[in-house]
């Protein structure tokens, strides 16, 4: 079993940056395929991006492709979510979450383990 803890979110005008970071316990992290989801209030959670457990693949939202990044650092126990180009419409509580794997995931059910969110606001 894994746990995860988001942290680097927070309030950023529109066209700034931030990095998100996930830890995850555990000594099996590396073996781990990881993602990104966000949720605005009243929508459903959305699929963000997602990287193999070496980082040797990942695949991202057409909404967010060109301007965020997700990269791992296994020795650290930590997948990172660099956002860039920020936008009011990105605003949302941004989770991240793990699964067993060998490719990356975009399904939310693919998912098995899930931290519990950092808030991610954009203005105007």
């Known amino acids: 079993q894994v746990q995860l803890v988001e942290s680097g979110g927070g309030l950023v005008q529109a066209g700034g940056s931030l990095r998100l970071s996930c830890a995850a316990s555990?000594?099996?992290?590396?073996?781990?395929?990881m993602g990104w989801f966000r949720q605005a209030p009243g929508k459903e959670r959305e699929f963000i991006a997602a990287i193999s457990w070496n980082g040797g693949s990942t695949y991202y939202a057409d909404s967010v492709k060109g301007r965020f990044t997700i990269s791992r650092d296994n020795a650290k126990n930590t997948v990172y979510l660099q956002m860039n180009s920020l936008k009011p419409e990105d605003t949302a509580v941004y989770y991240c979450?793990?699964?067993?794997?060998?490719?990356?995931?975009?399904?939310?059910?693919?998912?098995?383990?899930w931290g519990q969110g950092t808030q991610v606001t954009v203005s105007s």
């Open positions: 979450a793990a699964t067993g794997g060998a490719t990356y995931y975009y399904l939310r059910q693919d998912y098995d383990y």
């Open positions: 555990g000594r099996t992290f590396s073996t781990y395929a």
